[in-house]
């Protein structure tokens, strides 16, 4: 099974500053059409999760620019350049290019 | 706009069977796969499985083979996961979440969540 491994566990940020999460996958996640099976999640507290970034730097329909995804094989970050207060929850990588695996999660607070 | 709805809360009985619904609109039902996720009280997401709504073929992580069923029923556009022999530690909220084309595609859209108790 591929392990997905977030940190940090936990995020206090100020709103304004910039907030960055690292997942790091035991397999590269690189399938052979090329493209990358490394998805962002942010859960808001007692919601459904929801795609924030899908094939490792896409942004999903609607996701606001402050959000973006990066890296490639095993390592990747999100990166949020601004926190608002509505970003609040746990955001959650996950990887679907051998079944589907999540990691841990962060929770990011203001 | 794409929805996936999902039957309301249950309540069951340690050793007992519960069988959620995720009734799907505004997509072609038997285009996408559909996955399962579930989150135990302040717990992380673990994937359980998907089924291929065109075919009805399934893969379910290891962990909930032998106990885990999903079907769908393509008439009503509806996906389904039964869970057998429950125990304390099924205590959760049961997702449907839509994949893609493919099995290795990830998940966009996501239902309500389905809240199950096991509690005797």
């Known amino acids: 099974d591929i392990v997905m491994t977030q940190t940090p566990l936990s995020l206090s940020v100020t709103p304004g500053q910039p907030a960055s999460i690292s997942c790091k996958s035991s397999q590269s996640l690189l399938h052979s059409d090329g493209k990358t099976y490394l998805y962002w999640y942010l859960q808001k507290p007692g919601q459904s999760p929801q795609l924030l970034i899908h094939e490792g730097s896409n942004r999903f329909s609607g996701v606001p620019h402050r959000f973006s995804g990066s890296g490639s094989g095993t390592d990747f970050t999100l990166k949020i350049s601004r926190v608002e207060a509505e970003d609040v929850g746990v955001y959650y990588c996950?990887?679907?290019?051998?079944?589907?695996?999540f990691g841990g999660g962060t929770k990011v607070e203001i | 706009q794409v929805q996936l709805v999902q039957s309301g809360a249950e309540v069951k009985k340690p050793g007992a069977s519960v069988k959620v619904s995720c009734k799907a609109s505004?997509?072609?039902?038997?285009?996408?796969?559909m996955h399962w996720v579930r989150q135990a009280p302040g717990q992380g997401l673990e994937w359980m499985g998907w089924i291929n709504p065109n075919n009805g073929h399934t893969e379910y992580a290891q962990k909930f083979q032998g106990r885990v069923t999903m079907t769908r029923d393509r008439s009503i556009t509806t996906a389904y996961m039964e869970v057998s022999s429950l125990t304390s530690d099924d205590t959760a909220v049961y997702y449907c979440?839509?994949?893609?084309?493919?099995?290795?595609?990830?998940?966009?859209?996501w239902g309500q969540g389905t809240t199950v108790i096991v509690s005797s």
């Open positions: 979440a839509l994949g893609g084309a493919y099995d290795y595609y990830g998940m966009d859209v």
């Open positions: 505004g997509y072609t039902f038997t285009g996408y796969y």
């Open positions: 996950m990887q679907s290019i051998q079944l589907v695996t």
